[in-house]
């Protein structure tokens, strides 16, 4: 029996496949040991070579001292009298897609480590965002992440991501809404956007002397009108107050850090609010379109 042994490089490889072709030899056996044997799987199947890969515990189960030599014509005995049964192997372009599919698998097992990792960090410094956030890893999350990380400490200040967010959701809150005068029901926060001539902010103020702590702080916003020229209310009623104080606090810096008057930065809200509310609803409303366009044409 002729035998030759060659290295793992690529060139070696391709040497060890002109060997066999001009040996003569048509089909292969060669166990699946970790992944040192795709190379060389891929090598010898393009060549047209039948390759049998076979799964080690189905060959070895000998007692002695065994070479490689001797395992490799043992196993070339075993596959000549048939005695080896040869794994499954997909196409190569399925391989392809799981391969990635299992890199991706990997990849967000990692981060889900990661995240864990955060949330015994947080917990361990007593930083209980579990319980005020739902995700650690969303934009809220992420914007209180890296504001600890910027060496900011003050457990009240908020982001103007985390602000908006919170009046966007109070005001959504206020919805179905109907005028007391006309009994126009407005049914959503876009609806009320797209008929009335002014937007209220969930941050209350007091517009004559410009200060962010009212009187009042749960009582009115601010107004807009209907259609029939009625005025509509939006208050910040049923609002936590520890929320509101810190939304006053948030706006109070930022009016200074910014150079901006309480209105001008109410302003910019409501345009952020809006901007959102409409480029939600108009996305929403496109991929229920093309759902329905799905549907007909199937």
Not at 56 to 62: G, I, T, Y
Not at 85 to 102: K, N
Request: with cysteine; hydrophobic share 40%; net charge neutral.
């Amino acid at each position: 029996m002729n035998f030759d042994g060659f290295d793992t490089f690529t060139d070696d490889l391709l040497k060890l496949r002109d060997w066999l072709v001009q040996c003569g030899v048509r089909t292969v056996a060669m166990e699946s040991t970790g992944v040192y044997w795709i190379p060389l799987f891929q090598i010898l199947e393009a060549a047209g070579l039948e390759v049998c890969l076979v799964n080690a515990r189905h060959c070895k189960n000998l007692p002695g001292r065994k070479t490689d030599i001797q395992d490799c014509q043992w196993l070339q005995y075993l596959h000549a009298v048939g005695l080896l049964r040869g794994s499954f192997r997909p196409l190569e372009h399925v391989c392809a897609v799981r391969t990635i599919l299992r890199h991706r698998n990997r990849l967000v097992r990692c981060a889900a480590d990661q995240v864990r990792l955060m949330h015994k960090a947080l917990t361990q410094m007593n930083v209980q965002l579990q319980h005020v956030i739902s995700d650690l890893v969303g934009v809220t999350g992420e914007a209180i992440v890296q504001a600890i990380l910027a060496g900011e400490r003050d457990p009240l200040k908020l982001t103007e991501a985390e602000v908006i967010k919170i009046m966007r959701e109070h005001l959504e809150g206020l919805f179905p809404k109907v005028c007391l005068v006309c009994h126009q029901r407005y049914a959503t926060l876009r609806e009320y956007l797209q008929t009335t001539k002014h937007l209220g902010s969930a941050i209350p103020y007091d517009a004559e002397s410009d200060d962010w702590t009212p009187l009042k702080p749960l009582g009115t916003v601010t107004y807009a009108n209907c259609s029939c020229g009625s005025t509509l209310m939006l208050t910040s009623e049923g609002m936590a107050l520890p929320r509101l104080w810190s939304l006053l606090s948030w706006a109070r810096t930022e009016t200074q850090k910014r150079g901006m008057t309480p209105r001008e930065l109410l302003n910019y809200l409501r345009e952020e609010i809006c901007k959102q509310v409409l480029a939600a609803t108009d996305q929403a409303s496109k991929q229920n379109g093309e759902n329905g366009m799905r549907d007909k044409d199937a």
